[in-house]
């Protein structure tokens, strides 16, 4: 398998038989939980993510299809997602997974408009930009329920 096919794919985990959008988020917010054992923030690791998964998708030349095996999108969304949280807890990883998969399959406003951009910045701009609203409705939830995170 050549590299940018296997960073496309999520490492693998792209190639779930069942929602590889969905596997693809479950693993990179497992990735995120363990790093927040030692990093303060998965911000880092979705910026990485996201340059990465430019690359791949257009290294891999899967942009103009973007196949359901291609899920290092969900990877930097997901992570991006997580940026807010300090440290692992459930409710926030929990709203973090629920939010950006909400944000990533609804498509509303400026994530639809760059997910009919069939080129690797549209594949990979349309999770970035629910990872940052996820990011920030979690920051949000973060302030008023500051217990519950």
Known sequence: ??????????????????APGTAGSLVALGLGAVSLLWLPTTLPLGVA??????????ASGEAAR???WVVIDEFAGQLLAMA???HSSLAGLLLAF???RLFD????????WADRHKTAAG???DDVIAGCLSAALLWTAMLVWPTWF
Do not use: H, Q
Request: hydrophobic share 55%; net charge positive.
């Open 1 to 18: 398998m050549r590299l940018a096919r296997l960073v496309a794919s999520g490492f693998g985990s792209g190639y779930a038989p069942v």
């Open 49 to 58: 993510a996201a340059i990465a998964g430019w690359w791949a998708v257009a």
């Open 66 to 68: 973007d196949p359901g």
């Open 84 to 86: 807010p949280l300090g």
């Open 98 to 100: 629920a939010l950006f």
């Open 105 to 112: 399959i609804a498509k509303p406003g400026p994530i639809g």
């Open 123 to 125: 594949v990979i701009g």
